[in-house]
């Protein structure tokens, strides 16, 4: 398997996965979770070439139909799943969220969408698996197995500010009657700190949100006491007057724990986009040239999961 840069000062977290030439990455805590299938794409095992190489599940820029297809086709396999039982989102940095069903199966890879503006979704069906994508942005994982539902969002910086990640837990409260404590989550691959550098209207929004979260300064100690991850800083001044590099990974862990989602039933990856160039596409590493990666999660309907909260 590739060799891969984690990020210092935090214990391993996401386990590469192979499913003949497809290497995929999943997280410890989802994959306890009984009925629960989940992965983050990597660039390995597709069919795509050039900037593109291999594993590149867009089709919005500029790589050859059939060649994201059948990527498509190899991530499904791989998953255990269908391009058929599969539905997307259509991503343009909102905090819009979306129910789907098993009707959608398809859209976004072999169907048309019919919709727009949609960075989060939502589904209490079994064998539908919805797909999420990324190049440094934050994929955000929902398990409630009490109720049997799932939620999979995009959170860029836009997103996480505008408080995405308990915007998600809200609608599965009102969709399935999810209550937060009983919420299993992951923060996965993305840019991290030491890579992202913002400017000061950037770090302001972020100021901002964290002064508006009630009981902040507390969540954050609570973080440092348990020493769960290694600091409590979202932003640090950058190499330059008027730079800061922000933390995505702590200001979403800020805001999942504010929604009332447990620390203990939050993981964090160890995996930054933009330090691994040649395994995850990085926006900002190729400065924009590349292809997309991919988050999966679905409820298996092969078998019965154990929905009772146990």
């Given at each position: 398997m590739e060799q891969i840069i984690r990020a210092s000062g935090r214990k391993q977290v996401m386990r590469q996965q192979e499913a003949g030439q497809v290497e995929y990455l999943t997280f410890p805590l989802l994959s306890a979770q009984p009925g629960i299938t989940h992965g983050f794409s990597t660039r390995k095992g597709g069919v795509s070439r050039d900037i593109y190489a291999s594993m590149n599940l867009s089709f919005t820029r500029g790589d050859e139909e059939e060649r994201v297809q059948e990527n498509f086709r190899r991530m499904a396999a791989a998953l255990g799943t269908e391009v058929g039982h599969m539905v997307c989102t259509f991503q343009t940095h909102t905090t819009n969220i979306r129910q789907v069903f098993s009707s959608d199966g398809g859209k976004g890879i072999i169907r048309e969408r019919g919709y727009t503006d949609v960075d989060g979704l939502v589904t209490n069906e079994k064998g539908l698996c919805l797909v999420c994508f990324f190049a440094d942005c934050v994929p955000l994982y929902f398990v409630d197995r009490r109720n049997g539902a799932i939620g999979l969002a995009h959170a860029g910086w836009r997103g996480t500010v505008a408080g995405m990640g308990g915007r998600m837990v809200r609608r599965m409260e009102r969709e399935f009657g999810t209550r937060p404590e009983d919420l299993i989550a992951a923060i996965g691959p993305s840019i991290c700190r030491d890579c992202y550098e913002v400017s000061e209207e950037v770090a302001e929004q972020f100021r901002k949100m964290e002064e508006e979260i009630p009981g902040s300064p507390g969540l954050l100690a609570e973080l440092e006491a348990q020493r769960a991850y290694p600091h409590t800083q979202i932003l640090k001044p950058?190499?330059?007057?008027?730079?800061?590099?922000?933390?995505?990974?702590?200001?979403?862990?800020?805001?999942?724990?504010?929604?009332?989602?447990?620390?203990?039933?939050?993981?964090?990856?160890?995996?930054?986009?933009?330090?691994?160039?040649?395994?995850?596409?990085?926006?900002?590493?190729?400065?924009?040239?590349?292809?997309?990666?991919?988050?999966?999660?679905?409820?298996?309907?092969?078998?019965?999961?154990?929905?009772?909260?146990?």
């Open positions: 950058g190499k330059e007057e008027g730079k800061y590099q922000l933390d995505l990974w702590l200001a979403n862990l800020l805001v999942l724990r504010a929604a009332g989602i447990p620390l203990s039933h939050i993981q964090v990856t160890d995996l930054c986009t933009c330090c691994n160039p040649g395994y995850l596409f990085s926006h900002r590493a190729s400065q924009g040239k590349r292809g997309n990666l991919a988050a999966f999660l679905m409820m298996r309907d092969q078998e019965e999961a154990d929905f009772d909260g146990s």
